[in-house]
């Protein structure tokens, strides 16, 4: 499954609107809002990669209230469970 975490930027009055627009988008597991420069955090899991260009350039642009997105797409997840099982190597 490949993770992707879009940055959206919205109009301000419309945030509440865009987030429901953008959790209802097939692909999208998580719409988080958030402080600072970004408004929206999306977390976005599909199986390959032409999914996340199909959401993030088509289905996207049709959320009212969108202004600019930032998409970053994760190589590899790093998460506390993993770095402690890592240490479990060979014990019983």
Same mark, same amino acid.
């Not at 499954?1 to 992707?4: E, Q, S």
């Not at 959790?23 to 719409?31: H, N, P, Y």
């Given at each position: 499954?490949?993770?992707?975490i879009v940055l959206v930027k919205a109009e301000p009055r419309l945030i509440p609107q865009c987030a429901k627009h953008l959790?209802?988008?097939?692909? $999208?597991? *998580? =719409?988080y809002s958030v /402080?600072?420069?970004? *408004?929206l =955090? =999306?977390? =976005? #899991? $599909?199986?390959?990669? *032409?999914?996340?260009? #199909?959401i993030v350039t088509e289905q996207f642009p049709l959320v009212p209230g969108l202004v600019r997105t930032t998409t970053l797409t994760a190589f590899k997840a790093? /998460? #506390?469970?993993d770095l402690e099982q890592g240490w479990d190597v060979g014990s019983s």
């Open positions: 499954m490949i993770t992707t959790a209802a988008i097939e692909g $999208v597991t *998580d =719409v /402080s600072g420069e970004w *408004d =955090v =999306v977390l =976005v #899991k $599909v199986p390959q990669y *032409d999914d996340i260009a #199909k790093y /998460s #506390k469970a």
